[in-house]
Each structure stands twice: as C-alpha cells, then as structure tokens.
C-alpha cells in the first residue's frame, strides 16, 4: 500500500514539469509557431528559478523568477522567429543551447546551495485519508497550479473568442490575417505563454522536486514536453493522459532497476520518443482530410502593410 | 433578422450623380518601393449597382481592393465613404463602417468548423450560439444553405464560397467587395451565385465585382472600371461594350486571336488510357473509376469538370506521380506504361504540366534554368554523365523567353518572383520546347491574365497542329470550347463520353458537370462496359 501511494506520489512529481511546459508549447503551437528552445527555456528558469528563491528566501519569489526568465528567454525567440522571420527549428535550437549554457553561468554561483523546498498542502483528515489522501490534498503548489493550468488553456482554446481567434491563426495566417487579426502580435503572446511555463516548469525542478541546483538538471525534460504535445495530438485533454504517462516511464525506470526486472534503463528512457513515433504514425494513418496539426505550424509569416 | 433583409437607402438608377457616392476614392496610390502598384486612381461606387474593375494580373486591382476593405494603407489619395473622408485602420474598421469582402483564394480555416469560419470574420461581442441562430436564418433567408457544424476541409468549393459570402452578410454590409467570384464555380453555381448578387443589388447594396470573365462582366455589371498599368484606364458601360473591346482597353491594344491551323490531321492513337482504376491516394481523395480513353496524335482532348472530382487524381495518374499495378492501362505512344515512373515517361515522349505553378511545377525559390532542368534532365542535352550543363539550361530559359514572351526582371530569375502569367508560359514553354508526343496539362490559363492565355492557348493549338496528342484538363468551358477537339467531363471519379467541341453545349456539359448523364449508353460507357 505504501508503496503504491509513494509511486504515485513520484509519478507525479516527474510528471508535473513535463505537464506545465507541454501546456505552454501546446498553446505556441496552436497559434503556428514550433518553438523548440523548450529545453533552454525550461534550464534558464531553474537556474533562475533557485537564484530567486535562495536570494529572497521564497519558493513563490523562485518561481516568479523562473516565469520572468523563460518570458525574457521567448522574447528572444519572438524577436528572430516572428519579428525577424527567421527559420523557426534553427532559432529553436539555437535558444536551447543559448539557455543551456546562460543557465550554466546563472547558476554557477548556485551549485551546492540548498534552499528549503516548496511545501505541501496539509488538510488535517482530508490528507491523512490512505492511498489518495496525500495524492489528493498533499501535494505542493505547483501540482494543482499545472491541473489548473491545463484546464484554464482548454477552456481558452475551445469555450473563449481569443482562444478561437488564436487557433484560426495557427490554422492559416493569410486568412487571419486577411481578416484583419494581428497575427504577429497574437502568436507573440503565444510564445510567451509558452516561455512562461517553461521557464515555471524549470524552476520547478530545484524548488520542488530537488531543492539544489545543479547545471543540466532539465536533463532532455524540454525535449519530453515537445514530443508530448505531438503526442497527445495538440488537444489538452490527452495532454494530461502523455503527461502522467511519460512520468511514469521516468519513474517506472528507477523501479525497474530496483527490482532487477533486466530491461535496459536507456530503453525506458527512450519510451516516450518511441512512444511519439507511434502516434505520429497513427495519426497520419488516421488523418481524415483535416489536418491534425496546426496547419501553419512552423511556417514563416511575413504581412505585407 | 430583419435588419439584414430591409431595403437600403439607394439610388436606383446609379449615375445620379446629384448625390453623393457611396465610396469614392480620389488619387488613390500606393507605392511598394519604387513599383507603382496604384497610380492616383479616382473610382466612385454608387448604392445598387455592381461596379466590376477590369485589368489583367498586376493591373493593381488586388491592391486596390486591398486599400478599401483596410487591408493596406494607401500611400496617398483618399477614401470617402459616404461622402466623408475616412482612414480604414483595418478589416474590422471596414467591416464596421459597413464594407464586407469575398476573397479569390478563400480565407477560411480548414480545420474549422463553418460557424466557427464564421463567428472569425465577425466583430463584437454576440454570442456563438445567437450568432449561429442567425447564421441559418442569412443562410436560408439567401439561398445558401450551409451546415454549420462541418469543418470546412470536407466542403466543396462552391460549399467554400457560400460560407465566405454569407459571412460578409451577416455583417448587413451597405457595399460587397468580391474577388473572382466565379473562378472556381461550374456554370449552374455562377448562375446563381447572380441571382444573389442581383437580389443584394435589388436591396439597394453596391457590389465591387472583380473578373477576369468578360462575357460575365457584361451580363451583369452595370459599370466597369479598367485598371492597366496601376492606372485607370476607363470607366464605361460594359453593356455598351464588347468583350474584345473590353479586352483592347485591359491589355492597351490587340489581344492575339486564337487559331486553329485548319485541315488539323489526326495520326494514330499516341496516348490510350484503358479501363483505369485507382484507389484514392490520400484519405477522401477520388476512386478513379474505369477511366478510358483515346488521343490521337495532332488532337486537343479537353476534361471539364467541377474540380474535385479526380482530375488531379487522373493528372497524377497520367504523369506517374501515381504508378497503377496494370502497365495496359496507360499507354504512351504504344508502349505500356502504367507502371513506370514519370522519367521513365518522359523519355517516351510525354511532358506534363500540372495545375499549381508553385511547388508542383516549379521549385518557387530555384532559378528558372533549374527549373528547367527538373523537367528536362532526362530527355535534353542539359544533362552530360550526371554533371550540369549550365549554358545548356540557360539557353533553354532563353528560348522559352522569346519564343513564349515570357517577360521578367533579369535574365535567370527565381521562378517565385515572376507573375502567375509569365511563370506559366514559361512552364508551358519549357515542356513544348521539349517537342513531346503527348502533352497532358491541367488548367493551363488558371487566374493568368488575357494576353498571356492567349499566348498558352495559340501554343498547345500549333503542338497539335505539329502532330503531339494533347490532353487539357480545365475548369473554364470557354477555354475548352476555343481550343479542344473534343470535350469530356469528369464527375465523381468517372469521365463521359468524349463529345464534339460542337455538340458540347454549356447545357450538356453543365449536365455532366453535375453527375446527370445524357444518354443510357453515354453512362453505360463512363462506367466501363
């Protein structure tokens, strides 16, 4: 029984960065942008993230830390991508390497800190309940920030105006534009939001999960976040479901090891690319006309006035 | 509801000239660089009548539309809407004041649902539900049922338009802006896409009307603007007009006419297609269906029909961009050929054209003698033991240049930087320089200016009068019926039987366009007996 509670406690640990980061891509995405600098954005924000909590003594400060460095890291994005219409994968990739080594300088002065870890909620009876009590009501702030997170975008993506307006420009930015919707200004704060909870997602990593700092610590988290929104088919909803599966594949690995079953750990780790690759595969299999991606994804737009 | 069906203030009879315009514009320019693409041109549209603009591509009309409905800002001149001066700030703005637009190439959302298509090209704060109510009632109100709850990828064309159309009324707009409407529409759709544009007109509404149709323009413009050059021309009465006379003011002088060399000799079958079948390619692509037919050297076959219903299918089906299991099914030049690929058709003899200039017939960011090799690298001397022979590519686009007045800005451009007209005689051009046996092409003067398919037309007429069998498919009749020998129609994946260029009425063909058949024995042959 414990046991079980503290699977499900560590799976969800690993899995919340990965859900908040998705989150963030899967509405780039939606507006037409392939923003691959994830992983860069997400290192900054820990590095960030722990500079603020350990300078100011707050988690809260830490996060708000992280958020401002992955919003600062996308701005960067945003400048060459939309405003300079350059290559989107090469500008992507350019800003994870950009973030991995800022990180590195950032958190330099960090490596062996410790700070005191995001506390968890505590209902008195409600989290003592065995099994699902401290799964439900004990969790640290960030697990019911990335639910709500992850509800708030399906209800603006599907329920809201702006949110319709945003899907229209990732499906076709001529029509949109043609129509007369700033598509620059629209898929700019698309990218932000994405930079916004990567850079939380980051931060995550040594407020939550470890309370140190250490270079690197991301260790390909970005990267899961982008295969996860191809995943889960750039809908919310199966969003959660690859979230909470890719965590734990990352979780079941450690396990594994643990209890001698003798499939390679690097093969578990390679789970949720190939995972993707069999989505990616169904999908296109199952394509019916429409397209399942965002249309526009990935594609230079340049209006002319 | 009732707002969008009561009567505007109108002057019926538009040349009142006592009032004020409904829209007028006065100097209007716009410069991009150094390139004129409006050069002061005053234009005034009057409540109720259906203004139409004339030109050919690069006339300036898209910039001109583009200017009133707030999608560019003009460089210099004025806008009055209903006699005050006023700065469109963009669409919405437009929209507000009461101008709505119909685009050429839609501007609708595939992956959208026809409400939510909707709901995008509408300001304010109305609610998706009330504002779906409404969507049926304009839609009925008009004759223009659409379902709502479709996403627009599974529509047809004129489905497409529909949306476009009752999207701009649903704004109640006092002026409509329509870009090519009819362009992609059959016959029976143009004919009432008309009737609507009449009752919008009936209402006191002004209609900007664009086309390149003059026939069309005629029947139902009452005033007509010709823009050449970024410049207004004329403005006349189209009724008063004829189409060449129409067309003299557009190009500024004589439009080649079209001949056939008479006493065309027809030679042994040099493309026969057999009992053709072939599963669609891609998810709700067209099932050929026992497709058969014969072409003969020095003859024009043209294919009608409502695109969508397999001619790309057939198209690719032809050039071998999809190989079939029977090689008997294709035939070139009395070789099977059905299995093999496109190079190995090309050193048959066979050249192909394809609908879209851009990415299908041409690589849009290469060089036009690249171009030229893509096509040619098998069957030419630009080719020597695998390594390019560059002079020899560019001598090619040189030809091509002036034997088909291909006209550009230097000597080897990129083929994304010529206009629709010129890229597409020079495509046509680099296939016939190529002296092919069989020319299969698909839309040959699709949105390419008068002159310029004069000029396309007149060479696939003097390929066949040199003996190669040429397959046209085209949605414009007129052009089939200036040009092909015989006439079939594709529906549903199946082709008619072939008929005469003179037996095919626009009747009979619209018939077939629309899946009735002739005759028993006409349907018993398209279903392969």
Known sequence: MELVEAIILSVLAASTPLLIAATGELVTERSGVLNLGVEGMMIVGAACGFAGAWLSGSVFIGALFGIVAGVLMSLVFALMALGLAVNQVATGLALTILGVGLSGLIGAGFVGERITPAVHLHIPGATDIPLIGRVLFGEDGFVYVSIALVVGVWWFLYRTRAGLILRACGDNHASAHALGYPVLRIRTFAVMFGGACAGLAGAYLPLAYTPFFVPGMTAGRGWIALALVVFSSWRPGRLVLGAYLFGAVTILQLHAQGWGVGIPSQFMSALPYLATVVVLVLISRERSGGSTAPAALGTVFVPDC | ?529
């Open chain 2, 1 to 529: 509801m009732q707002a969008h069906l009561r009567m505007l203030d109108s002057t019926p009879d538009g040349l009142n000239s006592g009032e004020t315009p409904l829209l007028r514009t006065i100097g209007l320019t716009k410069r991009y660089g150094d390139f004129l693409a409006n050069d002061s041109i005053d234009i005034d549209i009057w409540p109720g009548e259906i203004h139409a603009v004339l030109g050919e591509n690069g006339a300036g009309k898209s910039t001109l539309v583009k200017a009133i409905y707030g999608l560019v800002q003009p460089s210099a001149g004025e806008i009055h809407w209903q006699g005050r001066p006023v700065v469109l700030s963009g669409p919405a703005d437009a929209r507000k004041r009461g101008i709505g637009m119909v685009f050429q190439h839609f501007s609708l959302f595939d992956n959208l649902t026809v409400a939510e298509n909707v709901a995008l090209g509408l300001d304010g704060n109305e609610s998706f539900k009330d504002m779906s109510a409404r969507l049926a009632l304009v839609s009925k109100a008009y004759g223009l049922p659409l379902d709502p709850r479709r996403e627009v990828w599974q529509l047809s064309v004129g489905e497409r338009q529909r949306i476009e159309i009752v999207r701009a009324l649903m704004q109640d707009p006092k002026f409509l802006i329509l870009d090519e409407p009819t362009a992609v529409l059959t016959p029976q759709e143009a004919d009432q896409l008309f009737i609507v544009l009449e009752r919008l007109k009936a209402e006191g509404r002004a209609i900007l009307y664009i086309s390149h149709k003059l026939e069309e323009v005629k029947r139902l413009c009452d005033t007509a603007t010709i823009l050449r050059g970024g410049r207004k021309v004329e403005t006349c009465n189209p009724r008063r007009e004829t189409a060449a006379s129409l067309a003299r003011m557009m190009v500024g002088g004589e439009i080649r006419e079209v001949k056939a060399a008479s006493g065309r000799t027809t030679t042994a079958p040099r493309l026969v297609v057999n009992d053709l079948s072939l599963a669609p390619g891609e998810a709700h692509g067209v099932r050929l269906d026992h497709i058969s037919f014969e072409l003969r050297g020095g003859e024009i076959l043209g294919i009608a029909g409502v695109a969508g219903n397999g001619q790309d299918e057939l198209f690719a089906a032809l050039s071998g961009e999809r190989l079939s299991k029977q090689p008997a099914t294709v035939v070139i030049e009395g070789t099977p050929a059905g299995h093999l690929s496109i190079t190995q058709r090309r050193r048959l003899g066979a050249a192909f054209v394809p609908e879209e200039r851009l990415g299908h017939a041409t690589a849009p960011r290469m060089k036009l003698s690249e171009n030229a090799l893509l096509t040619g690298h098998a069957a030419s001397g630009m080719v020597h033991r695998g390594f390019i022979n560059t002079a020899a590519a560019l001598k090619t686009v040189d030809i091509a240049t002036e034997t088909f007045d291909v006209r550009k800005a230097k000597r080897d451009p990129e083929a994304a930087s010529l206009s629709g007209g010129n890229l597409q005689k020079f495509i046509v051009g680099r296939e016939i320089l190529r002296n092919p046996a069989v020319l299969v092409v698909s839309q040959p003067t699709w949105g390419v200016d008068a002159g310029a398919a004069a000029v396309i037309r007149q060479a696939l007429l003097d390929l066949a009068a040199a003996g190669a069998a040429v397959l046209v498919t085209s949605q414009d009749l007129d052009e089939l019926a200036e040009i092909a020998d015989r006439i079939a129609v594709m529906f549903h994946g199946r082709l008619s039987a072939p008929l005469a260029t003179s037996e095919a009425t626009r009747e009979k063909i619209g018939l077939l366009m629309g899946g009735s058949s002739l005759e028993p024995q006409e349907a018993a042959y398209a279903a392969g007996a």
